[in-house]
């Protein structure tokens, strides 16, 4: 069974305060690996995907990297605008459906 | 591009009567359409999968009496929610994949049952 888990649940930062979002990883063939944002009682917008270990993507202040067990979303300088849940989802080589994590939840603080 | 819109955004019913959600994808053609629920405070939960003109696939857990979904179209899918409880009530999410991959999700229905 795929899982995926994610870590911290909770995240406080200082405006500017760089941290690292981990996303741990079990399944049978990657497929694509995603990265999403979700803001409260909106659903979740599309942030990344990754495909294989070594790839590493990078949007405005977000840089996510992949290895075959872990992904990590790295917060280079937050802002309060970066506040949001962040959600990490395998999808494994047969089939079409996601497996999320139980997400982070990001408070950046002025 | 890849816009996924789902109605209603927020609706309110009473114990025993039925609500229909939709989840259109408004300007791809979605193969499969997911359909999740989320409570407070947790991640998505899958409840369902629908291909266009064929049953859906439900997850194990989620009765599908109750939780009725109709794939009618390459842009549309609906899920049902029959004889709600307020059990029932929760955030509930669609996602469309597209055919080129990938998937786009809608902005969710927060229901209630009274």
């Known amino acids: 069974e795929d899982q995926v888990t994610q870590s911290p649940e909770a995240l406080r930062l200082q405006e500017g305060e760089s941290s690292s979002l981990n996303c741990s990883y079990t399944?049978?063939?990657?497929?694509?690996l995603f990265w999403y944002r979700q803001d409260p009682g909106k659903g979740p917008e599309f942030l990344f995907t990754?495909?294989?270990a070594g790839e590493e993507k990078e949007k405005e202040r977000l840089k996510a990297t992949l290895t075959k067990k872990e992904s990590f979303l790295h917060i280079t300088a937050p802002k309060p605008e970066d506040s949001a849940t962040y959600l990490c989802?395998?999808?494994?080589?047969?089939?079409?459906?996601?497996?999320f994590g139980g997400g982070t939840r990001v408070l950046v603080k002025p | 591009g890849a816009v996924v819109s789902q109605h209603p955004s927020r609706v309110i019913c009473k114990s025993g009567t039925s609500v229909k959600i939709e989840c259109r994808s408004l300007?791809?053609?979605?193969?499969?359409m997911f359909w999740y629920r989320q409570f407070p405070k947790q991640s998505l939960m899958l409840m369902a999968t629908?291909?266009?003109?064929?049953?859906?696939?439900?997850e194990q857990g989620v009765e599908k009496d109750k939780f009725l979904i109709n794939h009618a179209s390459l842009t549309l899918s609906t899920l049902t929610v029959t004889s709600a409880h307020p059990e029932d009530s929760s955030f509930y999410i669609c996602?469309?994949?597209?055919?080129?991959?990938?998937?786009?999700f809608g902005s969710g229905t927060r229901l209630t049952v009274v």
């Open positions: 300007d791809f053609q979605a193969t499969t």
């Open positions: 996602s469309a994949n597209r055919i080129l991959g990938g998937y786009t």
């Open positions: 629908s291909n266009e003109g064929s049953k859906a696939t439900y």
């Open positions: 989802a395998v999808q494994a080589a047969a089939g079409n459906k996601l497996t």
């Open positions: 399944v049978s063939g990657l497929r694509g």
């Open positions: 990754l495909y294989s």
